[in-house]
């Protein structure tokens, strides 16, 4: 089953990764002696560190593997997760939202929960956001020792404990600050890690449109190298999905929920120096996330090229008479990459999932410290010692994702729950951001029942699925399904569900004074952002230019 | 620490490039004289010794750059 063999000098590059990332680790130890430099990186970063940290955060392994498979199993569509189904999104933060979030000097966004509502529904949220970032970083974990063990023959224990030590020892050190520099690092080793892979299939293959050309010859019924012109017809595409799933389900609510109230992404905004840099932060990042498709979706297709060559000798592993997508980039690495380049192959993977981990327990260690143990279990805590729970809940953090990691190998099917849980927690969450930062009469009550039945209605339609109970063609309002498509529509349910029950309540129980609410709502909020810098300096031009990339690709691959 | 200042990020990404292009390189070198009984696909093209290349170039030039 093993796919990829390492020679001295790989275990080299791997062993030379280790030791950076620890080294940077101990340096950041110094610059690290107050609560704000632990949370927040000392708010002393450039647009640029904390961009790149900002669109790194989501970058994965896991993703990687995940997307490269996916495009495999249903062509150039899963290339709307990087255009349509993060870009506007990204814009949107950076533009409108951003300054409400800066400028009121939180912490985390269920602080901005309770200043623009009430402590209730800032611990609701606190309480959802800590229990999902330990699953998902206990599940990435499972899901990284899974792959090292598939692909490369290792231990599985070893491999997540390794790992989680690592992970434990250098963000325990110095917080959000070492957790974005690894961030970085594992940007630049994803690039020169991967990339090359796209490279040399276009090379061994010919040209990106030999690439088209040969899955259309092979694929007639079905279009893998479209992004629009199928999508009126859900049967004419691979993922079997109707362009209005795509707009609302993932252009709209999964996206903007993600990008915009996922503390986890937010959180490396917040370490900006100024307004402006943190308003560049997603701006900047967008240019870089529209670019990962040239790594990830391009190997999916020269993957599904290759396979569909007998004289290539490719195919992808099967577990149990069941195709392993998730194999396409790894065999792609060892079939183009020599010893020393199959380590660094491998480097930067196992930076993505560090770095992803890392990114988790920031967020948690931030979000435990400040919106559950100081709002609820110690509210006279000093900043000494919220510095000191910062690290002490990142060494518990970790524990608790070996634990998390633990359950998951000996229940593999919650791995298939994992997938749901960003539509239960950010789909609805971005209804009561959306409506309390545009609308100011909505309540703090509204806002609280709005967010438990829009998580309660989306973990039900869930389950209902899962079970049965729930067709899925009624969510979908469409004869042909796919898991993709079930996830699209059922955050579009969640969300109008969760906005629906906010407006509803808002319109009984009683508002928050308009005074308490400047600078948290659009329209109480004064507006005169960067105007005096000239127009190619503002985030606006950037976002601009932005959206015409985003427009141009679209039509490219229509 | 006060009249220490930190490294930028630059610094560390530079070095990590330079170290592991560099071993990529001689790994390359040592391949081309000592070819593996197996080898991967497109190996005629030598892509240790150019991407290990370019990854040096780049790391160093991000490395002299910030350096001080």
Known sequence: MQAIGLAPVDWIIIGVYFAFVLGIGMYLRKFTSSKEDFFLAGRKNSSWVAGIAFLSANLGALELLGMTGNTFKYGMYVAHFYWIGAIPAMLFLGVYMMPFYYSSKINSIPGYLKLRFDEKTRVLNGISFAIMTLLVSGINLYAMALVLHTFLGWNWDYSMWASAITVALYVALSGLMSAIFTEIIQFFLIWFGLFLVSILGIIEIGSLKEIITRINEVSTQV????????????????????????????????????????????????????????RMTPILASFFKMALPFIVILAGLIAIVLSDDPRSGFALLHDGGTVNYDSALPLLIARYYPSGLAGLGVTALLAGFMAGQAGNISAFNTVWTYDIYKSVLNRNATDAHLLWM????????????????????????IM??????????????????????????????GAFWGLVTGMLSSFLM??????????????????VQSDMATNFWR?????????????????????KPKEELVGLV?????????RHLPFVRRPEFY??????????????FW | ?????????????????MAMGGLIVLSGIYQLFNPPAVTTVLAQTHPDIWWGGIMMLFGGTMYLKTRK
């Not at chain 1, 230019?545 to 490219?556: A, C, K």
């Open chain 1, 462 to 479: 869930y389950m209902g699925v899962k079970f049965h109970w729930l067709a899925e063609s009624v969510m979908t309002m469409s004869g």
């Open chain 1, 522 to 530: 659009k329209g109480l909020t004064e507006e005169n952002l960067d």
């Open chain 1, 223 to 278: 279009s893998f190298t479209t992004l629009w012109s199928t999508s009126s017809d859900p049967t004419k595409n691979g993922m079997f999905i109707h362009w209005s799933g795509i707009v609302l389900g993932l252009g709209f609510v999964l996206s903007f929920g993600y990008w915009t109230t996922d503390f986890l992404v937010v959180q490396r905004a917040f370490s900006a120096k100024d307004l402006r840099a943190a």
């Open chain 1, 416 to 445: 298939d729950y994992m997938q749901a849980i960003f539509s239960w927690v950010n789909a609805p969450l971005f209804a009561t951001m959306l409506l309390g930062m545009f609308l100011w009469w909505i309540t703090p009550n």
């Open chain 1, 491 to 511: 955050a579009w349910w969640a969300w109008l569900i969760c906005a629906s029950v906010t407006i509803t309540v808002s319109t009984f129980t009683k508002k």
């Open chain 2, 1 to 17: 620490m006060a009249d220490q200042k930190m490294k930028p990020i630059w610094y560390f990404v530079g070095l990590i490039l």
């Open chain 1, 390 to 413: 910062g690290r002490v809940s990142t060494i518990v953090g970790v524990v608790l994702s070996l634990v998390t990691a633990y359950w998951a190998k000996s229940f593999p099917s």
């Open chain 1, 543 to 556: 976002a601009l230019i932005s959206l015409i990339v985003l427009i141009v690709l679209n039509i490219l």
